[in-house]
Every structure is written in C-alpha cells, then in structure tokens.
C-alpha cells in the first residue's frame, strides 16, 4: 500500500471509534485529512458529534465535511481526541507539529480524557529526537531562543520556512526546528525547554496518548490501548 493509503485506512478506521453524543479534538495532518473525511461521511449517515479543531486548516476541513464544530472555549471537556503525530515512543510518547499546529493540539490534548494516535508505522521509534523537535517562539526574540537552544544542546536549530519567509503558526508564533538526534530524556527537555523566555510549545506530547493506531504497508491496522 503506498503511503497516502495507509493513511487513508488509518482515517476511515479512527473514524469507529467515534461514538453518537461525543466532543471530540479533530487534528491536523495529512492522516487526520482523512479521518476528517471519515467522519463527514459517518455525519451524513447520522453521527451526532461535536469537533474541537487543533488548527485553522482543520476547522476548514470541518466545515467542508459539515461536521459541527466548536472553539475549545465552547466546550467544557473533550471525550476524545484523535489525531496524527511524527514520531511515538514504546511509552506513548510523541514528537508532533510537524504540521505547524503542536500548541493549539496539545492544549486540545490537555482537556481531553483520550487521544488515539493515528499514525503509519513509519513514526514508531525506539527513541525520540531523529525528527526535528519544533518549538513555537515569539518572533520578537526567537534568535536568541536559536542561539540558546543551538549553543546549549551543541546542534542544529533551524527557523521553519514557507515560500522563503519564516512559518507563521496560526497563533502568529515562528518554529524552531531542533535537530537533537536522539532525546535521552524527554521530560527533563520539555521543562528546559519550555522555562526560556519567548519559547510558547514544543512539540513533546509525554503524557496525552491513551492509544495508537498504526496501519502497516501489508494493509494491517493495528489497535493498542
Ligand atoms: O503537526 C502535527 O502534529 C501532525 O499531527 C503531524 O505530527 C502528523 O502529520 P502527518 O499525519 O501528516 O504525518
């Protein structure tokens, strides 16, 4: 199977495990597209479901699949969030934002009571930190928050471009990209990280996924709480 329908699986697949009466955070990602997709065909068919969008291209989708949708503030809680990420550890925990949408996704992670992480194969590793880890800054100094972090850590820390011009996240924020290799110890580097002036997320989930579900190129999906 190639990629994109593995992806496509893996949406259709998440989209069961969307009950009648539930709120639920939509992600953002080329896997969460097609669970968007998914889940506009299961509210043509009668699902009665609320979603909290994690990025301004998700709530775009939302709308065009007639899925009702809510700001976080409209909601008291979430019952289930389902969304993608770039790299899952044994323990569930993650690298994400590769899309640009980490913080608005990890505050929807942080009010929900479950999040099933849709992702192929490809992200499982045995160790974070081969993917870039992004961190959202505030313009005003993110240099000095490169050069920390570079000088700090002895690596690579690059501003995400689009088009030529740094990212600009949907809060109004620049990325950092982190090349840290391998993160021995990511709770230690998620406080560092997120006590220096400017920086407003990084892209380390520890403790929101409940669940994974992987689909494998043979076509294979499976299931883990
Ligand atoms: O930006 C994000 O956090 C996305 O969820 C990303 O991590 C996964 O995107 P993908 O499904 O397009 O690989």
């Not at 929807?108 to 974070?128: F, P, Y």
């Not at 000095?144 to 600009?168: L, S």
């Not at 109004?172 to 290799?181: A, K, P």
């Not at 391998?182 to 669940?211: C, K, R, S």
Request: net charge negative; with cysteine.
């Amino acid at each position: 199977l190639s990629n994109d329908d593995i992806k496509k699986n893996l949406g259709f697949a998440a989209a069961d495990y969307v009950s009648s009466g539930m709120t639920i955070g939509a992600g953002t990602g080329t896997t969460a597209y097609w669970f968007l997709q998914a889940l506009g065909e299961k509210v043509k068919q009668g699902l009665d479901v609320v979603a909290v969008p994690t990025s301004t291209a998700t709530a775009n989708l939302l709308i065009e699949n007639n899925v009702p949708l809510k700001t976080l503030n409209e909601v008291d809680k979430i019952d289930l969030v389902l969304d993608g990420a770039d790299e899952i550890d044994p323990a569930f925990r993650l690298i994400k934002g590769g899309g640009g949408a980490h913080l608005q996704e990890k505050m929807v992670a942080a009010a929900a009571d479950r999040m099933i992480v849709l992702a192929d194969a490809s992200k499982l590793v045995s160790q974070l930190g081969r993917f870039p880890l992004p961190v959202e800054v505030v313009p005003f100094g993110y240099r000095q928050v490169q050069q920390k972090i570079a000088k700090t850590y002895g690596i690579d820390v690059t501003v995400r471009e689009k088009f030529g011009a740094p990212f600009i996240s949907d809060h109004g924020h620049y990325i950092l990209d982190c090349h840290f290799g391998t993160i021995a110890d990511p709770l230690n580097l998620h406080a560092w990280l997120n006590q220096i002036p400017g920086v407003v997320e990084n892209g380390l989930f520890l403790q929101y996924a409940t669940a994974t579900l992987i689909g494998y190129p043979d076509g294979n999906i499976i299931f883990t709480p």
